[in-house]
């Protein structure tokens, strides 16, 4: 029925089965290392002495920038350290490798956590209908401004996984530039850097594709970035102006016109306030003069999805310790549980099913090394919440307790003499090879802690389930808020989408995540059309990963008009000029006064961007 991630031939169904009702609690987290792989491990040692240990990835979060010496410390353990940058780092090797990292051991105070690794996805989502490109250049108000600009001059970066070698074979060597992360020489700088090469993808290729039908004579930086490390490392890059040899030519990216990025990072490192590292990254470079265009991604549909977000506030109104999904439910099982029904797939081969819990204590459960002690303030606010899977039997209607949890103990420093902070996250990854439907259970176990009285307070939470190969149906899942990381960054330009109705009307796409974001700030800025049709994909291009590129299309025209316009004034421009969307198809979230002036909801922001009159704004200010 389900397998740990990467370890299939392990049996992890539990020897008991629960009649009725849910599980209860679990053992104390593990710490720094994931549950799923620490059972592992212990089995491991216990039955696979003298076989080969599988091999695993993780992302490694430190308390500070990881150095050369921390790199050569990995590789003692026989990781193989893939990338570092900044803080974080990529790591690959045997299972045993990890065992430095079990509770009970003490070294590697410098290791704040070990996650599963979830490598970046794109915000590509399926379509209901396909227009032509012209027709989406059209729509955006692009038309009449390509009659009077075509880009010369301008420089457009696109950030994705990979590219296709077709825009360069249509555009040339001299205006198409391919460049990737170098992580490789670690021996005596753990600094990332960029370099001539590529990855190789059609996702990358279509938005590149889109761009350059709005501005066919610009010039592209084509960023290959498949890894959370390699988008640090690019950003960094970028909002630092630092200079790169490609092609036989050196730029600078401080020179680069507009940015467009349609792919995320799943894993959250902030709640949706644009405080996380690759919001302030985001924002960092458009401080640095660039303006970034962003694909705000498709979290916002429950049913038939590969992915889904629910935020809510953590309620144990019937005292049995797991948060009530729906409070006035009879049911202990639909009361306490959130049920995910995985659909048939075809091929039958197994998938991987992400669940991630983050909650609201960024501020004080990730805090630099040398911040000092908490104080009793501080304790009150850090919880720890964790997260159990089961299984609902279809024979029987019995819950299933699966040993597939994440069950990190946020509350550990408080009972040592030094500091350690971890995130307030928990995450799963574990193949599915039948449909059916899986149960998720969330429980507060800061109670179960000594000094209960003092730790306790209300926990605002956000749930991310993705999958690849099966769509799934989310019993429970919010719009609202369904935005990650970048996302919520304060300066740049996120993108919603809408597609063509047949009431010949632009209507939100039900998958396109809405803001606001936690702190109460707009998103998305803007909308724009998705579900085009692309020579590199071969059909429909759908998705916020679609809207986006459309989005940076119209800014670099707008920077083509107007070169020393600042990327407030282009955002403002757009904004403020954004075509209104009525009708019931766009009353998306909650109506709220628009900082550019007008009205906007948290699924279309200002509404549709329209590049001819932002041009015409910009035009009557000069």
Not at 113 to 130: G, K, N, W
């Amino acid at each position: 029925m389900i397998r740990q991630r990467k370890a299939s031939g392990l049996a992890i169904v539990l020897a008991w089965m629960v009649v009725g009702a849910l599980s209860a609690g679990g053992a104390p987290g593990t710490e720094r290392i994931p549950w799923m792989d620490y059972q592992q491990l212990l089995r491991w040692e216990v039955m696979g002495v003298g076989d080969e240990a599988p091999v695993e990835a993780y992302l490694v979060f430190a308390t500070g920038d990881i150095g050369v010496e921390d790199v050569a410390e990995l590789t003692t353990l026989g990781l193989d350290v893939v990338s570092v940058q900044g803080t974080a780092a990529v790591v690959r090797g045997p299972l045993t490798a990890v065992s430095a990292f079990k509770p009970e051991s003490t070294g590697f105070d410098w290791v704040r956590s070990i996650l599963p690794y979830v490598p970046l996805e794109h915000a590509d989502a399926p379509s209901f209908f396909a227009i032509r490109t012209n027709d989406v250049l059209e729509g955006a108000g692009a038309s009449r401004l390509c009659d009077r600009f075509d880009g010369s001059g301008v420089l457009v970066a696109v950030i994705d996984t990979g590219f296709s070698g077709a825009l360069r074979d249509r555009l040339g060597t001299s205006r198409v530039h391919y460049v990737k992360v170098d992580h490789v020489d670690l021996g005596s700088s753990t600094a990332s850097r960029l370099v001539e090469g590529r990855e190789e993808g059609l996702h990358g290729a279509a938005c590149a594709e889109a761009i350059a039908a709005a501005v066919p004579e610009a010039e592209f930086l084509l960023i290959s970035a498949p890894g959370f490390t390699d988008r640090s490392a690019v950003m960094a890059a970028i909002a630092a102006g630092d200079e790169i040899r490609v092609d036989g030519k050196t730029i600078a990216l401080s020179e680069i016109d507009v940015v467009s990025d349609s792919t995320f990072f799943p894993l959250p490192l902030d709640h949706n306030d644009g405080e996380g590292e690759l919001a302030k990254l985001a924002d960092a470079v458009v401080a640095g003069g660039v303006p970034f265009v962003y694909a705000l991604g498709n979290f916002g549909r429950g049913e038939g999805t590969t992915r889904s977000f629910l935020g809510e506030t953590y309620v144990d109104g019937d005292g049995d310790g797991a948060h009530d999904f729906d409070p006035k439910s009879s049911s202990a099982v639909d009361r306490n549980s959130l049920a995910i029904t995985v659909d048939p797939w075809d091929g039958g081969e197994p998938f991987v099913l992400t669940i991630i819990l983050e909650w609201d204590g960024w501020s004080y459960q990730v805090r630099e090394n040398d911040a000092g002690p908490w104080t009793e303030s501080d304790i009150v606010e850090i919880q720890d919440v964790d997260l159990f899977v089961h299984y609902l039997d279809p024979s029987t209607g019995s819950v299933v307790p699966l040993d597939v949890k994440s069950v990190r103990n946020q509350l550990i420093t408080l009972y040592r003499s030094e500091y350690a902070p971890l995130e307030p996250l928990e995450v799963v990854q574990f193949e599915i090879d039948t449909p059916g439907t899986y149960l998720i259970e969330i429980r507060n176990a800061t109670g179960e802690h000594p000094s209960s009285a003092v730790l306790e307070r209300t926990v605002d939470f956000h749930l991310y389930v993705t999958s690849e190969s099966a769509s799934f149906d989310m019993e429970h899942h919010s719009q609202e808020g369904s935005l990650v990381n970048v996302g919520g960054a304060h300066s740049i330009l996120s993108v919603g989408a809408v597609g063509w109705a047949e009431t010949d009307s632009w209507c939100l796409m039900p998958f396109s995540s809405r803001g606001p974001t936690s702190d109460g700030r707009l998103k998305p800025e803007l909308v724009a059309p998705n579900a085009y049709l692309s020579d590199a994909m071969g059909g429909p291009f759908a998705g916020t990963s679609a809207a986006a590129p459309v989005v940076a299309g119209l800014v670099a025209l707008l920077r083509d008009a107007f070169p020393a316009a600042s990327p407030a004034a282009l955002r403002d421009a757009l904004c403020r000029t954004a075509e209104a969307l009525p009708g019931p198809c766009n009353r998306a979230g909650s109506p709220l006064t628009c900082p550019f002036g007008s009205g906007c909801n948290y699924g279309v922001g200002s509404g549709l961007a329209n590049g001819w009159a932002a041009y015409a704004y910009l035009a009557d200010r000069e």
